[in-house]
Protein backbone atom coordinates (compact mmCIF):
# COMPACT_ATOMS: atom_id res chain seq x y z
CA UNK A 1 0.00 0.00 0.00
CA UNK A 2 3.05 2.13 0.87
CA UNK A 3 3.97 2.14 -2.52
CA UNK A 4 0.84 2.70 -4.61
CA UNK A 5 0.58 5.88 -1.82
CA UNK A 6 4.03 6.92 -2.89
CA UNK A 7 3.44 6.18 -6.92
CA UNK A 8 0.17 8.14 -6.42
CA UNK A 9 1.70 11.38 -5.12
CA UNK A 10 4.40 11.49 -7.66
CA UNK A 11 1.64 11.01 -10.33
CA UNK A 12 -0.07 14.38 -8.55
CA UNK A 13 2.70 15.98 -8.34
CA UNK A 14 3.79 16.40 -12.01
CA UNK A 15 3.47 19.49 -13.68
CA UNK A 16 1.31 17.58 -16.32
CA UNK A 17 -0.73 14.38 -15.85
CA UNK A 18 -1.42 11.72 -18.32
CA UNK A 19 -5.31 11.15 -19.17
CA UNK A 20 -7.10 8.82 -19.62
CA UNK A 21 -6.35 7.12 -22.69
CA UNK A 22 -9.43 5.65 -25.12
CA UNK A 23 -9.74 5.09 -28.19
CA UNK A 24 -6.30 5.76 -29.00
CA UNK A 25 -4.38 9.07 -28.40
CA UNK A 26 -6.35 11.89 -26.45
CA UNK A 27 -5.48 15.89 -27.54
CA UNK A 28 -4.49 16.31 -24.06
CA UNK A 29 -1.52 14.66 -24.24
CA UNK A 30 1.54 16.68 -24.13
CA UNK A 31 3.11 18.25 -27.68
CA UNK A 32 7.27 17.24 -26.95
CA UNK A 33 9.39 20.06 -29.04
CA UNK A 34 13.11 19.40 -28.96
CA UNK A 35 14.87 22.59 -29.97
CA UNK A 36 18.52 21.49 -30.44
CA UNK A 37 21.35 23.75 -31.35
CA UNK A 38 24.66 22.47 -32.73
CA UNK A 39 28.47 23.33 -30.97
CA UNK A 40 26.76 25.37 -28.19
CA UNK A 41 28.73 25.18 -25.00
CA UNK A 42 26.50 25.37 -21.83
CA UNK A 43 27.99 29.17 -20.47
CA UNK A 44 27.03 30.37 -24.08
CA UNK A 45 23.62 31.97 -22.78
CA UNK A 46 22.92 35.31 -20.83
CA UNK A 47 20.69 32.74 -18.21
CA UNK A 48 23.64 31.08 -17.27
CA UNK A 49 25.41 34.41 -16.15
CA UNK A 50 27.39 35.51 -19.29
CA UNK A 51 27.27 38.96 -19.86
CA UNK A 52 28.82 39.17 -23.28
CA UNK A 53 26.03 38.06 -25.41
CA UNK A 54 22.03 38.25 -24.80
CA UNK A 55 20.05 34.92 -25.47
CA UNK A 56 16.46 35.75 -24.55
CA UNK A 57 14.63 33.06 -26.55
CA UNK A 58 17.24 30.97 -24.37
CA UNK A 59 16.47 32.68 -20.80
CA UNK A 60 12.67 32.59 -21.83
CA UNK A 61 12.39 28.68 -21.77
CA UNK A 62 15.06 28.45 -18.46
CA UNK A 63 12.23 30.90 -16.53
CA UNK A 64 9.55 28.85 -17.47
CA UNK A 65 10.97 25.50 -16.50
CA UNK A 66 14.08 23.75 -15.37
CA UNK A 67 17.33 24.17 -16.29
CA UNK A 68 19.93 21.34 -15.51
CA UNK A 69 23.50 23.46 -14.86
CA UNK A 70 25.29 19.67 -15.19
CA UNK A 71 24.04 18.19 -18.29
CA UNK A 72 26.54 16.58 -20.90
CA UNK A 73 26.23 15.32 -24.10
CA UNK A 74 27.61 11.33 -24.81
CA UNK A 75 30.41 12.80 -26.77
CA UNK A 76 31.85 15.91 -28.08
CA UNK A 77 31.49 15.36 -31.99
CA UNK A 78 28.08 15.80 -33.91
CA UNK A 79 27.04 12.13 -35.23
CA UNK A 80 27.88 10.01 -32.45
CA UNK A 81 25.87 12.82 -30.14
CA UNK A 82 23.02 13.21 -32.41
CA UNK A 83 22.95 9.48 -32.73
CA UNK A 84 22.95 8.78 -29.08
CA UNK A 85 20.05 11.01 -28.38
CA UNK A 86 17.74 9.46 -31.20
CA UNK A 87 19.04 6.05 -30.34
CA UNK A 88 19.11 6.41 -26.32
CA UNK A 89 22.30 5.11 -26.63
CA UNK A 90 26.13 5.29 -25.39
CA UNK A 91 28.16 5.86 -28.85
CA UNK A 92 30.12 2.64 -27.93
CA UNK A 93 27.04 1.09 -27.79
CA UNK A 94 25.60 2.07 -31.54
CA UNK A 95 29.12 1.69 -32.59
CA UNK A 96 28.74 5.52 -34.47
CA UNK A 97 31.94 6.70 -32.33
CA UNK A 98 32.92 9.06 -35.90
CA UNK A 99 31.31 11.21 -38.43
CA UNK A 100 29.01 8.94 -40.07
CA UNK A 101 27.58 9.14 -43.44
CA UNK A 102 24.13 9.41 -44.19
CA UNK A 103 23.95 5.84 -45.79
CA UNK A 104 21.62 2.89 -45.53
CA UNK A 105 22.29 -0.44 -44.02
CA UNK A 106 24.44 1.51 -41.01
CA UNK A 107 21.76 1.75 -38.23
CA UNK A 108 20.38 -1.62 -36.70
CA UNK A 109 17.26 -2.41 -37.43
CA UNK A 110 16.06 -3.41 -34.14
CA UNK A 111 17.48 -0.12 -32.46
CA UNK A 112 14.60 2.26 -32.20
CA UNK A 113 15.01 5.87 -33.52
CA UNK A 114 12.86 8.57 -30.96
CA UNK A 115 10.50 8.98 -34.31
CA UNK A 116 9.55 5.69 -34.47
CA UNK A 117 9.39 5.09 -30.71
CA UNK A 118 6.77 8.05 -30.87
CA UNK A 119 5.44 7.04 -34.16
CA UNK A 120 4.24 3.71 -32.67
CA UNK A 121 2.91 5.91 -29.12
CA UNK A 122 0.22 7.37 -31.75
CA UNK A 123 2.09 10.48 -32.08
CA UNK A 124 2.75 12.72 -35.09
CA UNK A 125 6.23 13.17 -35.69
CA UNK A 126 8.29 15.71 -37.36
CA UNK A 127 11.92 17.16 -37.92
CA UNK A 128 13.42 20.37 -39.15
CA UNK A 129 17.01 21.12 -39.87
CA UNK A 130 20.46 19.37 -39.51
CA UNK A 131 20.45 15.81 -39.42
CA UNK A 132 23.86 14.44 -39.86
CA UNK A 133 22.77 11.17 -38.83
CA UNK A 134 23.85 7.66 -40.29
CA UNK A 135 20.35 7.28 -41.50
CA UNK A 136 18.83 8.44 -44.45
CA UNK A 137 16.46 11.41 -44.35
CA UNK A 138 14.36 9.26 -46.80
CA UNK A 139 14.18 5.69 -44.75
CA UNK A 140 10.82 7.19 -42.91
CA UNK A 141 10.37 3.73 -41.73
CA UNK A 142 13.17 3.12 -39.90
CA UNK A 143 13.46 6.80 -38.61
CA UNK A 144 9.87 7.09 -37.91
CA UNK A 145 9.89 11.14 -38.58
CA UNK A 146 6.95 11.36 -40.84
CA UNK A 147 7.22 14.79 -41.14
CA UNK A 148 10.77 15.50 -42.44
CA UNK A 149 12.01 19.06 -44.05
CA UNK A 150 14.90 21.68 -44.53
CA UNK A 151 17.87 19.43 -43.54
CA UNK A 152 20.56 19.89 -46.73
CA UNK A 153 22.84 22.03 -46.30
CA UNK A 154 22.14 25.76 -47.61
CA UNK A 155 22.54 29.36 -47.37
CA UNK A 156 20.18 30.44 -44.42
CA UNK A 157 19.42 26.99 -43.86
CA UNK A 158 18.64 28.22 -39.95
CA UNK A 159 16.23 31.48 -41.02
CA UNK A 160 14.36 28.39 -42.85
CA UNK A 161 14.01 26.27 -40.18
CA UNK A 162 11.20 28.56 -38.37
CA UNK A 163 9.04 28.27 -41.33
CA UNK A 164 8.94 24.53 -41.63
CA UNK A 165 8.28 24.47 -37.96
CA UNK A 166 5.14 26.51 -38.21
CA UNK A 167 3.82 24.50 -41.09
CA UNK A 168 4.27 21.31 -39.00
CA UNK A 169 2.41 22.63 -35.73
CA UNK A 170 -0.33 24.58 -37.78
CA UNK A 171 -0.96 21.19 -39.56
CA UNK A 172 -0.96 19.23 -36.37
CA UNK A 173 -2.07 21.35 -33.74
CA UNK A 174 -4.77 19.44 -32.52
CA UNK A 175 -3.33 16.43 -32.47
CA UNK A 176 -0.24 14.88 -29.92
CA UNK A 177 2.85 15.79 -31.74
CA UNK A 178 6.80 15.27 -31.26
CA UNK A 179 8.65 17.99 -33.41
CA UNK A 180 12.67 18.44 -33.36
CA UNK A 181 13.82 21.66 -34.02
CA UNK A 182 17.44 21.31 -35.49
CA UNK A 183 19.97 24.63 -35.58
CA UNK A 184 23.59 24.79 -37.09
CA UNK A 185 24.97 27.69 -35.30
CA UNK A 186 26.59 28.07 -33.83
CA UNK A 187 28.45 25.66 -35.89
CA UNK A 188 29.46 28.53 -38.02
CA UNK A 189 32.32 29.31 -36.13
CA UNK A 190 34.23 26.02 -37.62
CA UNK A 191 33.97 28.25 -40.94
CA UNK A 192 35.16 31.25 -39.48
CA UNK A 193 38.43 30.45 -37.53
CA UNK A 194 38.95 29.36 -41.11
CA UNK A 195 38.61 32.60 -42.67
CA UNK A 196 35.94 31.19 -44.55
CA UNK A 197 32.43 31.97 -45.85
CA UNK A 198 30.16 31.25 -43.35
CA UNK A 199 27.69 28.44 -44.02
CA UNK A 200 24.68 30.20 -43.90
CA UNK A 201 24.54 33.73 -41.87
CA UNK A 202 26.72 36.89 -42.45
CA UNK A 203 28.73 38.30 -39.95
CA UNK A 204 30.25 41.63 -40.02
CA UNK A 205 34.25 42.12 -39.39
CA UNK A 206 35.23 41.66 -35.35
CA UNK A 207 36.40 44.73 -33.88
CA UNK A 208 39.49 45.60 -32.50
CA UNK A 209 40.44 42.61 -29.96
CA UNK A 210 39.99 45.26 -27.05
CA UNK A 211 36.56 45.34 -27.85
CA UNK A 212 35.97 41.94 -27.82
CA UNK A 213 35.13 39.47 -24.86
CA UNK A 214 38.17 38.94 -22.19
CA UNK A 215 39.65 35.74 -22.08
CA UNK A 216 38.59 33.26 -20.10
CA UNK A 217 40.79 32.55 -16.63
CA UNK A 218 41.66 29.29 -18.51
CA UNK A 219 42.74 29.70 -21.88
CA UNK A 220 46.40 28.88 -21.51
CA UNK A 221 47.20 25.27 -21.97
CA UNK A 222 47.44 23.67 -18.58
CA UNK A 223 50.25 22.05 -17.15
CA UNK A 224 50.16 18.05 -16.89
CA UNK A 225 48.03 18.02 -20.08
CA UNK A 226 47.74 14.36 -22.16
CA UNK A 227 50.16 15.54 -24.71
CA UNK A 228 48.10 13.14 -27.38
CA UNK A 229 45.53 15.94 -27.41
CA UNK A 230 47.25 17.98 -28.73
CA UNK A 231 49.48 15.38 -31.07
CA UNK A 232 46.15 14.79 -33.14
CA UNK A 233 45.15 18.54 -33.39
CA UNK A 234 47.99 18.60 -35.94
CA UNK A 235 46.17 15.80 -38.55
CA UNK A 236 44.01 18.64 -39.67
CA UNK A 237 44.25 22.30 -39.95
CA UNK A 238 40.66 22.85 -41.46
CA UNK A 239 39.51 21.73 -37.80
CA UNK A 240 42.25 23.60 -35.46
CA UNK A 241 43.64 26.15 -37.35
CA UNK A 242 43.56 27.79 -34.32
CA UNK A 243 46.85 26.12 -32.85
CA UNK A 244 49.20 28.73 -32.93
CA UNK A 245 46.85 31.90 -32.18
CA UNK A 246 47.40 34.41 -29.78
CA UNK A 247 45.06 36.01 -27.00
CA UNK A 248 44.02 38.71 -29.36
CA UNK A 249 42.49 36.10 -31.66
CA UNK A 250 41.13 34.18 -29.29
CA UNK A 251 38.75 37.03 -28.19
CA UNK A 252 37.82 38.15 -31.61
CA UNK A 253 37.03 34.30 -31.34
CA UNK A 254 34.57 34.56 -28.79
CA UNK A 255 33.24 37.43 -30.19
CA UNK A 256 32.10 36.05 -33.31
CA UNK A 257 30.77 32.94 -31.65
CA UNK A 258 28.53 34.85 -29.38
CA UNK A 259 27.04 36.75 -32.40
CA UNK A 260 26.23 33.06 -33.83
CA UNK A 261 24.67 32.11 -30.63
CA UNK A 262 22.59 35.16 -30.65
CA UNK A 263 21.54 34.79 -34.46
CA UNK A 264 20.43 31.04 -33.60
CA UNK A 265 18.49 32.44 -30.50
CA UNK A 266 16.11 34.84 -32.93
CA UNK A 267 15.50 31.51 -34.96
CA UNK A 268 14.37 29.51 -31.49
CA UNK A 269 12.06 32.66 -30.39
CA UNK A 270 10.04 32.36 -34.23
CA UNK A 271 9.76 28.71 -33.33
CA UNK A 272 8.34 29.55 -29.82
CA UNK A 273 6.01 32.27 -31.18
CA UNK A 274 4.59 29.34 -33.31
CA UNK A 275 3.31 27.72 -30.56
CA UNK A 276 1.84 30.74 -29.15
CA UNK A 277 0.43 31.70 -32.37
CA UNK A 278 -2.11 27.91 -32.70
CA UNK A 279 -3.04 27.71 -29.08
CA UNK A 280 -0.81 25.12 -28.18
CA UNK A 281 1.79 26.87 -25.81
CA UNK A 282 0.47 25.68 -22.68
CA UNK A 283 0.03 21.99 -24.05
CA UNK A 284 3.70 21.73 -25.14
CA UNK A 285 6.78 20.47 -23.14
CA UNK A 286 9.90 22.31 -24.75
CA UNK A 287 13.46 20.57 -24.58
CA UNK A 288 16.37 22.96 -25.13
CA UNK A 289 19.78 20.86 -25.62
CA UNK A 290 23.11 21.16 -28.23
CA UNK A 291 24.59 18.63 -29.56
CA UNK A 292 27.94 19.33 -28.37
CA UNK A 293 29.88 22.05 -26.66
CA UNK A 294 32.74 24.29 -28.02
CA UNK A 295 36.41 25.02 -27.12
CA UNK A 296 35.02 28.35 -26.48
CA UNK A 297 38.97 29.73 -25.64
CA UNK A 298 39.20 27.49 -22.76
CA UNK A 299 42.69 26.06 -23.64
CA UNK A 300 42.84 27.19 -26.94
CA UNK A 301 41.00 25.10 -27.93
CA UNK A 302 38.06 25.09 -30.31
CA UNK A 303 35.78 22.73 -31.87
CA UNK A 304 34.97 20.05 -30.08
CA UNK A 305 36.15 15.98 -29.25
CA UNK A 306 38.11 17.11 -26.41
CA UNK A 307 36.65 16.04 -22.83
CA UNK A 308 37.13 19.53 -20.99
CA UNK A 309 33.96 21.18 -19.73
CA UNK A 310 33.73 23.87 -23.04
CA UNK A 311 33.09 20.78 -25.19
CA UNK A 312 31.50 18.53 -23.77
CA UNK A 313 29.02 20.56 -21.03
CA UNK A 314 25.89 21.26 -22.91
CA UNK A 315 22.79 23.79 -22.67
CA UNK A 316 19.74 21.24 -21.43
CA UNK A 317 16.26 22.54 -20.61
CA UNK A 318 12.97 21.28 -19.83
CA UNK A 319 10.36 23.99 -20.03
CA UNK A 320 6.44 24.71 -20.39
CA UNK A 321 5.74 28.34 -21.23
CA UNK A 322 3.49 29.79 -18.76
CA UNK A 323 2.92 26.82 -16.78
CA UNK A 324 6.14 25.97 -15.03
CA UNK A 325 8.45 28.03 -12.68
CA UNK A 326 11.78 28.84 -12.73
CA UNK A 327 14.65 26.74 -10.98
CA UNK A 328 18.02 25.29 -11.71
CA UNK A 329 18.88 21.79 -10.85
CA UNK A 330 22.27 20.34 -10.07
CA UNK A 331 21.78 16.77 -11.04
CA UNK A 332 24.16 15.01 -13.50
CA UNK A 333 22.38 14.65 -16.83
CA UNK A 334 23.58 12.97 -20.42
CA UNK A 335 21.57 14.27 -23.03
CA UNK A 336 22.43 11.67 -25.43
CA UNK A 337 20.77 8.74 -22.49
CA UNK A 338 17.85 10.94 -21.00
CA UNK A 339 16.22 12.59 -23.76
CA UNK A 340 14.17 9.46 -25.05
CA UNK A 341 13.44 7.99 -21.22
CA UNK A 342 12.18 11.58 -20.46
CA UNK A 343 9.95 12.35 -23.03
CA UNK A 344 8.33 9.10 -23.01
CA UNK A 345 8.11 9.52 -18.89
CA UNK A 346 6.35 12.71 -19.73
CA UNK A 347 3.73 11.99 -22.62
CA UNK A 348 3.40 7.51 -21.05
CA UNK A 349 4.44 6.56 -24.73
CA UNK A 350 6.44 3.19 -24.03
CA UNK A 351 10.07 3.35 -23.51
CA UNK A 352 12.38 0.85 -25.08
CA UNK A 353 13.20 -1.71 -21.98
CA UNK A 354 16.59 -1.87 -23.21
CA UNK A 355 17.50 2.38 -22.20
CA UNK A 356 19.42 3.11 -19.13
CA UNK A 357 19.11 6.99 -19.66
CA UNK A 358 17.09 9.06 -16.47
CA UNK A 359 13.24 9.57 -16.84
CA UNK A 360 13.78 13.33 -16.12
CA UNK A 361 9.99 13.59 -15.89
CA UNK A 362 10.25 12.13 -12.39
CA UNK A 363 12.90 14.64 -10.99
CA UNK A 364 10.58 17.68 -12.50
CA UNK A 365 7.81 16.36 -10.19
CA UNK A 366 10.22 15.66 -6.90
CA UNK A 367 13.17 18.08 -6.82
CA UNK A 368 14.55 16.16 -4.12
CA UNK A 369 14.83 13.02 -6.07
CA UNK A 370 18.68 11.56 -6.67
CA UNK A 371 18.80 9.92 -10.01
CA UNK A 372 21.74 9.81 -10.17
CA UNK A 373 25.72 10.55 -8.73
CA UNK A 374 27.79 9.60 -10.93
CA UNK A 375 27.98 10.43 -14.94
CA UNK A 376 30.49 8.84 -17.64
CA UNK A 377 30.99 9.96 -21.28
CA UNK A 378 32.97 9.28 -23.79
CA UNK A 379 35.42 10.52 -26.72
CA UNK A 380 37.04 9.07 -30.30
CA UNK A 381 38.80 11.48 -31.83
CA UNK A 382 38.35 11.27 -35.37
CA UNK A 383 39.38 14.10 -38.61
CA UNK A 384 35.19 13.47 -39.95
CA UNK A 385 34.86 9.64 -40.63
CA UNK A 386 38.86 8.50 -39.73
CA UNK A 387 39.10 7.48 -36.59
CA UNK A 388 42.33 8.31 -35.03
CA UNK A 389 42.71 5.70 -32.65
CA UNK A 390 42.40 7.72 -29.73
CA UNK A 391 39.85 6.94 -27.17
CA UNK A 392 39.01 8.36 -23.99
CA UNK A 393 36.64 8.69 -21.04
CA UNK A 394 35.55 11.10 -18.24
CA UNK A 395 34.08 10.24 -14.90
CA UNK A 396 32.02 12.67 -13.49
CA UNK A 397 30.38 13.21 -9.85
CA UNK A 398 29.20 15.77 -7.61
CA UNK A 399 32.86 17.58 -7.16
CA UNK A 400 35.52 15.79 -9.70
CA UNK A 401 36.33 14.84 -13.05
CA UNK A 402 38.42 12.17 -13.85
CA UNK A 403 39.22 11.77 -17.54
CA UNK A 404 41.57 8.99 -19.20
CA UNK A 405 42.89 8.59 -22.56
CA UNK A 406 44.42 5.71 -24.35
CA UNK A 407 47.86 6.39 -25.23
CA UNK A 408 50.10 8.97 -24.18
CA UNK A 409 53.29 9.02 -21.18
CA UNK A 410 50.60 11.28 -19.35
CA UNK A 411 47.16 9.51 -19.61
CA UNK A 412 44.91 10.49 -16.75
CA UNK A 413 43.58 14.25 -15.80
CA UNK A 414 41.28 14.67 -12.55
CA UNK A 415 39.87 18.16 -11.53
CA UNK A 416 38.14 19.69 -8.53
CA UNK A 417 35.08 21.25 -9.85
CA UNK A 418 34.07 22.64 -7.22
CA UNK A 419 37.98 24.91 -6.64
CA UNK A 420 38.32 24.23 -10.32
CA UNK A 421 35.41 25.15 -12.72
CA UNK A 422 38.26 25.85 -15.41
CA UNK A 423 40.35 22.90 -14.82
CA UNK A 424 43.06 24.18 -14.84
CA UNK A 425 45.46 21.93 -12.27
CA UNK A 426 45.29 18.14 -13.25
CA UNK A 427 45.72 16.87 -9.27
CA UNK A 428 46.08 12.94 -11.40
CA UNK A 429 49.72 14.10 -11.00
CA UNK A 430 49.38 15.19 -6.95
CA UNK A 431 50.17 12.59 -4.45
CA UNK A 432 47.75 14.34 -1.93
CA UNK A 433 44.52 13.00 -3.93
CA UNK A 434 45.83 9.22 -5.05
CA UNK A 435 43.16 7.76 -3.09
CA UNK A 436 40.33 10.25 -5.13
CA UNK A 437 42.30 9.02 -8.33
CA UNK A 438 42.17 5.30 -7.67
CA UNK A 439 38.57 5.30 -6.35
CA UNK A 440 37.77 6.76 -9.98
CA UNK A 441 40.09 4.35 -11.96
CA UNK A 442 37.52 1.94 -9.93
CA UNK A 443 34.93 3.37 -10.69
CA UNK A 444 35.27 3.46 -14.58
CA UNK A 445 36.34 -0.35 -14.70
CA UNK A 446 33.33 -1.72 -13.56
CA UNK A 447 31.32 0.66 -15.29
CA UNK A 448 32.94 -0.34 -18.53
CA UNK A 449 32.59 -4.50 -17.43
CA UNK A 450 28.89 -3.07 -16.12
CA UNK A 451 27.91 -1.60 -19.75
CA UNK A 452 30.07 -3.35 -22.60
CA UNK A 453 32.54 -0.63 -22.90
CA UNK A 454 35.72 -2.01 -24.42
CA UNK A 455 37.75 0.85 -23.00
CA UNK A 456 39.81 -0.55 -19.83
CA UNK A 457 40.59 -3.66 -22.03
CA UNK A 458 43.33 -1.19 -23.78
CA UNK A 459 44.59 0.35 -20.50
Excluded at 228 to 241: G, L, M, N
Excluded at 369 to 387: H, K, M, S
Aim: aromatic share 10%; glycine share 6%; charged share 25%.
Amino acid sequence: MLFQKNSLVVCLLLFLSIPLITNGQTTERPNILIIMTDQQTADAMSIAGNKDLHTPAMDKLAQNGVRFTKAYCAQPLCSPSRSAIMSGKMPHETGFIGNALEKDGQWPEDLLMMGKIFQNGGYKTGYVGKWHLPVPTAKKSQHGFEYIENTDFQDYNDAATPSFCARFIKENKNTPFLLVASFLNPHDICEWARDEDLKMDLLEKAPPPDLCPALPENWKIPDFEPKIVREQQKVSFRTYPTVNWNGDQWRQYRWAYNHLVEKVDVYIEMVLASLKKYNIEKNTIIVFTADHGDGYAGHSWNQKQILYEEAAKIPFIISKIGEWKPRTDEMLVCNGTDIIPTICGFTGVKKPAYLKGVDLSKKIANPTLNLRDTLVIETDFADNEELLGISGRAVITKNFKYIVYNKGAIKEQLFDLTKDQGEITNLAVDKVYKKELIAMRRYLRQWCKNNGDQFVSGL
